[in-house]
């Protein structure tokens, strides 16, 4: 396993205000992420511990709304999430 794996685990697992289950689910994640992915990734969490908070946020969010199999409901997530993670990358 790699040190940027193992380092997002921990980062992911000693999480202050996570769930145990969304720490659990997250870290089992972690391993499937490219280096590119971790690349991206390692660095928002390092500096700011509520970029993790956000991207749980999303995955949950994106989890739920995937399991109503509703292309319309998707769609309208995918364009919603697409352009605030735009406007919050403008705003940086």
């Given at each position: 396993m790699s040190?940027?794996i193992?380092?997002?685990?921990d980062?992911?697992l000693?999480h202050?205000?996570?769930?145990a289950a969304n720490?659990e689910?997250?870290?089992s994640r972690v391993?499937?992420?490219?280096d590119?992915?971790?690349?991206?990734?390692?660095p928002?969490v390092?500096?700011?511990?509520?970029n993790?908070?956000?991207?749980?946020e999303f995955?949950?969010?994106?989890?739920?709304?995937?399991a109503t199999?509703?292309?319309?409901?998707?769609?309208?997530?995918l364009?919603e999430h697409?352009?605030?993670l735009?406007d919050?990358?403008?705003n940086?």
């Amino acid at each position: 396993m790699s040190d940027k794996i193992n380092t997002l685990k921990d980062l992911i697992l000693n999480h202050p205000t996570l769930s145990a289950a969304n720490k659990e689910e997250l870290a089992s994640r972690v391993e499937g992420l490219s280096d590119e992915q971790l690349d991206f990734i390692l660095p928002l969490v390092q500096e700011n511990p509520e970029n993790l908070e956000k991207i749980n946020e999303f995955f949950q969010a994106k989890k739920d709304i995937l399991a109503t199999n509703d292309p319309e409901k998707i769609e309208t997530f995918l364009q919603e999430h697409y352009k605030k993670l735009w406007d919050d990358a403008q705003n940086v």
